[in-house]
T-cell receptor, first 112, second 116 residues
């Protein structure tokens, strides 16, 4: 079985500052990793995913994440955030044909 | 990108009644659909997985007779909450995938259910 730990439940940051949202996973098999964003009262939107290949994955809205197998991490980063990035971010892991398992989420608040 | 549409986005129903939420894949064939429940400020909890034409597979602790899931076509899955109670009030989200490994998953916008 897979599990996901999002180390920070809330991350406040000022506009134009860099941000990193941390995600660690555990799995006994090879995994696929995902980051989703959820704006208030809305569904989930895929930011990026790692399936194979390059460990640095670029997604939408200027976000990127790096898969680190030795540290079992998949941290999400953005060099300069905007007010509009304020949302809940979910890291998710999937092992092969197993179901998608979500972390508890990190609420990113971008302050002016 | 592919779109999954949920309807209604908000619904209020009386205790004891049933309510149906629809999930449609608009531009792809969703061979597998998933239904999640999300409590305020919490993560998504998978309720069940449904494959088109088959009975849904429910997660442990989810009452299959209370949360009826139908996936009769490749573009439509429905969740019916039967004999609803106030504790069933929640945000319900569906998602769908059409690829064999299920690594490309599209989520609906979610449906708020309030049982009064």
């Amino acid at each position: 079985a897979q599990s996901v730990t999002q180390l920070d439940s809330q991350v406040p940051v000022f506009e134009e500052a860099p941000v990193e949202l941390r995600c660690n996973y555990s799995s006994s098999v090879s995994v696929y990793l995902f980051w989703y964003v959820q704006y208030p009262n809305q569904g989930l939107q895929l930011l990026l995913k790692y399936l194979s290949g390059s460990t640095l994955v670029k997604g939408i809205n200027g976000f990127e994440a790096e898969f680190n197998k030795s540290q079992t991490s998949f941290h999400l980063r953005k060099p300069s955030v905007h007010i509009s990035d304020t949302a809940e971010y979910f890291c998710a892991v999937k092992g092969g044909s197993e179901k998608l398992v979500f972390g508890k989420g990190t609420k990113l608040t971008v302050n002016p | 990108g592919a779109v999954v549409s949920q309807h209604p986005s908000r619904v209020i129903c009386k205790s004891g009644t049933s309510v149906k939420i629809e999930c449609r894949s608009l531009d792809f064939q969703a061979t597998t659909m998933f239904w999640y429940r999300q409590f305020p400020k919490q993560s998504l909890m998978l309720m069940a997985t449904s494959n088109e034409g088959s009975k849904a597979t429910y997660e442990q602790g989810v009452e299959k007779d209370k949360f009826l899931i139908n996936h009769a076509s490749l573009t439509l899955s429905t969740l019916t909450v039967t004999s609803a109670h106030p504790e069933d009030s929640s945000f319900y989200i569906c998602s769908g995938t059409g690829d064999a490994l299920g690594n490309t998953i599209y989520f609906g916008e979610g449906s708020w259910l309030t049982v009064v």
